[in-house]
């Protein structure tokens, strides 16, 4: 299951860079601001997988898009350290957080991680619905796109 998750953030990263060469041309505001929450989404898990406090991060920040270029760069460094320090039996093991209400919960790491990949997933549909309707071209960032590569 480790190898899967890592290929999910794989597949992230890429669609990652396959929306911000379409945000570059289409400059879409409502886009690169759902762009801004799934990043800020993403920095959120890391922080609490790492045990730190997550109540300071704003959900749903203005960004530009050279600024979540860069918070791209440094989750993706980010993950990628968390993930190389994992083996399969820590994705069983529980971590215990707060949401973004206060209310506690205990999940496990592999549970998260899963969480944040499809979390994105879900925003990315958002995004490509968005520069669609502005008559944008068409994003494709699914899965099985990234798979035949």
């Not at 290929?7 to 601001?33: C, D, G, S, V």
């Not at 300071?56 to 968390?82: Q, V, W, Y």
């Not at 971590?95 to 209310?103: D, L, P, R, V």
Request: glycine letters at 4%; a neutral charge.
């Amino acid at each position: 299951m480790l190898d899967k998750i890592k290929r999910f953030f794989e597949y992230e990263n890429w669609a990652l860079t396959q929306e911000f060469a379409a945000l570059e041309h289409a400059h879409n505001k409502p886009a690169i601001a759902t762009l801004a929450h799934i990043l800020a989404a993403k920095e959120i898990w890391l922080l609490r997988l790492n045990g730190r406090d997550s109540s300071a991060i704003d959900t749903h920040p203005e960004l530009s898009l050279d600024e979540c270029r860069m918070m791209a760069n440094e989750l993706n460094n980010g993950f990628n350290k968390f993930l190389s320090s994992l083996n399969k039996t820590h994705l069983e093991t529980a971590i215990t957080y707060k949401n973004t209400k206060g209310q506690e919960f205990t999940t496990p790491i592999g549970e998260i991680l899963m969480h944040v990949a499809f979390h994105s997933a879900y925003h990315r549909g958002q995004i490509a619905l968005l520069l669609r309707q502005a008559k944008n071209n068409a994003l494709n960032t699914d899965y099985i796109t990234f798979i035949r590569l």
